[in-house]
């Protein structure tokens, strides 16, 4: 329960201090050690021994018990925290021969619900934990659940690699993990005030007014909405690779499967696979059968090499990748003349006509080519049926003519 033993830990352990700037800096060094170095057990360790932890569950609880020092005191400490993590973290990486996103990092860039949740519950089981008086292994146990140091540290790898997508992903889970872990030290410290009445509490739950409430659940049900949605597509990615390992093993059960990617982007299968020759017959009723495995979007490429030993079989997995990266390439190269080529038909049909302000092309999975023409006024039905052929006798491969009005 709420003890004046408690208050005084915590305010004690939120205090700004040589130690704890110390073992923060430390930690940092760890953990972006551990991130850049793939080591899950390094990044562990680093948690272990962070301090972030303590001024976020004292905002929490100054919040609940309206105790202004506490509240100034942890959003003070953890404002310096985040900035010491930061200036350490990108500097690492910045000096860091190994500047490739591992694993580690990239698994720091797209928070979930899932994320949410066990920010949620861990910020539960933290404000029990701090409040026992006798030592446990539950704030601990939080501060590797949690996970407050590695995505400070990817995004310090973001700045320090101009990485805008890894910088996003990794402050909005930073974000997520401290906002909750301050609300559950703040639901938490209110229901043990509630449930045991200390000091003459009111039987009254909340004492902000409730417009003030209605806005703060508002505010923190608008921070999971992303989530939600990277928790929608991680569950997309996780059963298209459901269905291409069921295709594997259906249909190339007598080949060994070396290497699978699955372009997500670009709605390409990439196999590797050694072993007895597959003829070209099988592998095309095979891309017919793709619709069995809820794949009927995506096209199937098939790599075929010899029987490999351990000694080759590195060097081919690189070579596979490059294959697939130059794949990549090709296909952005071509996606980038097709743009410069549209705006160049853009830009000529609208001087065909002062009537049209602007011109925008649109490609369909299906090769076939619309565009959308912005007017300058309103204009008849004969009038655009004489443009329509005017832009058709220049321009034959376009399917269709949308208009619209400017500003419309």
């Known amino acids: 329960m709420l003890t004046n033993i408690f208050i005084k830990k915590l305010t004690n352990d939120s205090k700004l201090n040589i130690e704890n700037l110390v073992i923060l800096t430390c930690a940092i060094f760890i953990a972006s050690i551990g991130l850049n170095m793939n080591s899950t057990a390094t990044i562990i360790g680093a948690m272990l021994i962070s301090p972030l932890m303590s001024p976020l569950l004292a905002i929490g609880t100054g919040l609940a018990i309206y105790d202004i020092k506490l509240i100034k005191n942890g959003s003070t400490t953890i404002l310096v925290e985040i900035i010491i993590s930061l200036l350490a973290s990108t500097s690492y990486f910045f000096f860091s021969p190994l500047s490739y996103a591992s694993k580690e990092i990239i698994a720091r860039t797209s928070p979930t619900i899932w994320d949410v949740m066990i920010a949620f519950f861990g910020g539960v089981a933290g404000i029990i934990g701090a409040s026992k008086k006798e030592a ?103 059963i298209i690779e459901n269905n291409v390992h069921k295709l594997v093993a259906s249909e190339f059960a007598d080949s060994l499967v070396i290497k699978e990617d699955i372009d997500n ?28 495995y809820n794949l009927k979007d995506y096209s199937l490429n098939v790599i075929q090499v010899a029987q490999l030993n351990a000694a080759t079989e590195t060097q081919l997995n690189n070579q596979v990748i490059s294959i697939i990266n130059r794949q990549r390439q090709t296909e952005d190269e071509k996606n980038k003349r097709r743009l410069i080529k ?33 007017l300058h006024k309103k204009i008849n039905r004969e009038q655009k049926e004489q443009l329509t052929i005017k832009i058709k006798k220049n321009f034959p491969h376009i399917d269709k003519i949308e208009y619209v009005l400017e500003d419309s």
Do not use: W
């Open 265 to 292: 982007q670009n709605k390409t299968i990439n196999l590797t696979i050694s072993g007895s020759k597959e003829n070209s017959q099988k592998i095309k009723r095979i891309k017919k059968r793709l619709t069995n």
């Open 136 to 238: 446990t292994n539950i704030v601990p146990g939080v501060a590797i659940a949690t996970a407050l140091m590695p995505p400070l540290c990817t995004v310090g790898y973001g700045i320090a690699s101009h990485n805008l997508t890894f910088f996003l992903g990794a402050s909005y889970l930073f974000l997520i993990n401290a906002v909750f872990i301050i609300l559950t030290a703040f639901l938490g410290v209110k229901a043990m005030r509630y449930l045991s009445h200390a000091n003459n509490y009111s039987t009254s739950f909340f004492r902000l007014p409730t417009r003030k409430v209605f806005f703060f659940i508002i505010a923190i049900l608008s921070l999971t909405i992303p989530s939600i949605f990277s928790a929608k597509q991680m569950v997309q990615q996780s």
């Open 342 to 374: 549209q705006n160049k038909q853009n830009k000529k049909i609208a001087k065909l006509s002062h009537n049209i302000n602007s011109v925008t092309s649109v490609s369909d999975t299906n090769n076939n080519h619309s565009i959308i023409v912005e």
